[in-house]
């Protein structure tokens, strides 16, 4: 029993995703009402004509006719009402409810989607939508007329003959006790199950991500035979269950002729002593028949529920995994903003017991260039994605011209900040339409010159279809240096007042970086911009250099500054942290020849 509580939660909230459209799906609810009181009455009317019939002159067999008949035409409206209309609202509210899922879960933080694969969320979403439309369509079609059947159906036989009727009532308790046995002795091997598909996705979905890699390693051999090994496992513990399911429908049936058997037997005797006629005998007979297929129905929607639960409870753990992100209700939206910046006393760690960043207290004056250096690991990034809110800060707080960035809304926030990370993260879109991700109404004359100024056009236009060219998911078809400039790009068809640049040249050989220098020197010019910096040159040019260590501030000021100190940022210029303009690219082609 303490398996069917959970489970029966898990219907409850299965249903109340209706809501939405409660009108129809109550008008729809007494519709099958209805039109089980139909079936039910069905099986007494026949008990009624035969009584009739035997009786002399036929009785009252044309009035039970006629009302056999009406409420039969009564049926067919409420079945057609049903059969347009619940198959629609099952469609609506399955699309629906992907749309939400999807919208909830890409505003979950960073560290949700760094503990969940991409193959698994996906799976979740596709195989919980669709066992809630199986479900919804269940609940107007059978279960319904399932409750009918036992809160109307076991009163009235009741009262024709109590005796009789105990026979339909243990069956009924037959079919409860061998589900309860079922339910307890398969629930932890399913769940099971359940675990090793979602393993099957995330395995998938990491091959399909690195094709490339597999293939280079020869590992498509070895993945084959990791997958067949994986499904091997899923059948081996998926027997166990279906096998304890399969003996539950055969003990189901064997209950159900049994009680059929019984009642024949038990109403034969009673009929010889007078105690009920053969019409009565009929409609018990009916009752336990509709009895048995509404129960039948009712051992198959457990069975559907208990095996749909784990994952209808995946489904509903993303939808309540809250946000960390807390948008004020109504939060008005960040004005226009020249882009000062302060970073006041602001603390943050992922875990509490190891903060990455600590005390980071700094102001930067609008159109200012920061470059933000320090060691790997010192929280150069973290700090930056506080900015545009990925995270809060644990303490203190971050302003954009003195308004406390908790206090507008998201939406706008981000929209006056726009950010070129290390990792492109281009879409499986085209060339154009992964461009207009930084303005969804630019023109094609727009797109065209950011992709110039970033140095993008002379590629894009000869590749077979210019703009409208496909990119390959994460930007696969594209050379590493192609995919950082269409995202800076983006980030300049974007045209924020505050531009972070996340290691944002560092796929590009230097020729290129020098190219596209004049690009980056307009685009920066009266925006405030955040350079998490490996090019000397970024390093020197800037009005402020932040070093982090450990997440602390250790040092800030301008570059000759920093090295007359000879302190941390010293010691790393001195180590050949930044790398020198002079390099050359992948090209083989120097900055001085690429000004030419």
């Known amino acids: ?118 193959g698994r969320l996906l799976r979740i979403m596709h195989t919980g939508s669709s066992n809630l439309f199986s479900l919804w369509l269940g609940f107007f079609r059978d279960h319904l007329a399932t409750v009918l059947a036992i809160v109307v159906m076991v009163p009235l036989a009741l009262r024709m003959n109590w005796k009789l009727a105990l026979l339909m009532i243990a069956l009924m308790i037959s079919f409860a006790v061998f589900n309860a046995i079922a339910m307890r002795r398969t629930h932890r091997a399913q769940g099971e199950v359940e675990q090793l598909h979602h393993a099957i996705s995330e395995r998938v979905g990491d091959v399909f991500g690195n094709v490339m890699v597999v293939q280079s390693f020869s590992r498509i051999s070895a993945e084959v035979a990791e997958i067949r090994e994986m499904v091997r496992r899923v059948l081996s513990a998926q027997y166990p269950v279906l096998r304890g399911w399969a003996w539950l429908s055969v003990a189901n049936r064997a209950a159900s002729t049994l009680t059929i058997i019984a009642i024949f037997a038990l109403g034969t005797a009673l009929n010889g002593q007078g105690e009920v006629s053969v019409g ?15 129960m039948e129905q009712f051992a198959g929607f457990i069975s559907g529920l208990f095996f749909q639960a784990h994952s209808l409870r995946d489904f509903f753990a993303v939808l309540d995994t809250p946000a960390v992100l807390q948008e ?59 900015l545009y809110r990925a995270h809060d800060p644990s303490a203190g707080r971050i302003t954009i011209d003195g308004i406390d960035i908790r206090t507008v809304s998201l939406h706008s926030l981000r929209e006056r900040i726009a950010v070129v990370f290390q990792d492109p993260g281009l879409f499986y879109r085209s060339i154009a339409d992964n461009l207009r991700i930084g303005k969804p109404d630019a023109t094609d004359e727009e797109i065209r010159a950011a992709a110039e100024a970033a140095e993008a056009h002379s590629f894009v236009v000869v590749k077979p279809d210019g703009y409208a060219t496909l990119v390959a998911e994460r930007g696969r078809s594209l050379s590493g240096g192609e995919r950082q400039r269409l995202a800076i790009a983006r980030a300049m068809l974007k045209d924020a007042p505050i531009l972070i640049l996340d290691e944002a040249t560092s796929a590009l050989d230097t020729a290129t970086e020098w190219r596209i220098q004049r690009a980056l020197q307009r685009l920066t010019k009266n925006r405030t911009t955040f350079v998490i910096a490996h090019r000397l040159s970024t390093v020197r040019n800037a009005d402020m250099i932040l070093v982090l260590k450990d997440g602390e501030l250790v040092e800030q000021g301008r570059y000759d500054e920093l090295v007359a100190r000879g302190g941390l940022f010293a010691e790393l210029d001195g180590q050949g942290r930044f790398v020198a303009d002079t390099d050359e690219g992948e090209d083989g082609e120097a900055p001085a020849q690429a000004a030419g």
Not at 329 to 338: E, M, N, S, Y
């Open 328 to 386: 004020r209700p109504g939060a008005p939206d960040l004005p226009q903003v020249r882009g000062e910046v302060a970073f006041e006393d602001v603390s943050f760690g992922y875990d509490a017991s190891h903060p990455a960043l600590k005390h980071l207290d700094f102001r930067v004056p609008a159109g200012a260039t920061v470059a933000i250096v320090g060691p790997t690991g010192a929280g150069k990034t973290t700090a930056l994605s506080l």
């Open 280 to 294: 009565a005998i009929v409609s018990f007979v009916g009752f336990a028949m509709m009895l048995i297929g509404r």
């Open 1 to 118: 029993m303490e398996r069917a509580v959970p489970i029966l939660r898990i219907y409850y909230r299965v249903i109340a995703l209706l809501a939405p459209e409660k009108g129809l799906a109550i008008a729809l609810a007494l519709a099958n009402l209805a039109l089980a009181g139909v079936y039910f009455l069905e099986p007494w009317l026949f008990g009624r004509v035969v009584d009739a019939l035997a009786a002399p002159g036929h009785g009252d067999a044309w009035r039970y006719i006629g009302w056999w008949a009406g409420a039969g035409f009564f049926g067919v409206a409420a079945s057609v009402l049903v059969s347009l209309h619940a198959d629609r609202l099952a469609h609506r509210r399955r699309l629906a409810v992907i749309a939400r899922f999807f919208e909830h879960s890409i505003g979950l933080p960073l560290s949700f989607h760094g503990q969940h694969h991409t």
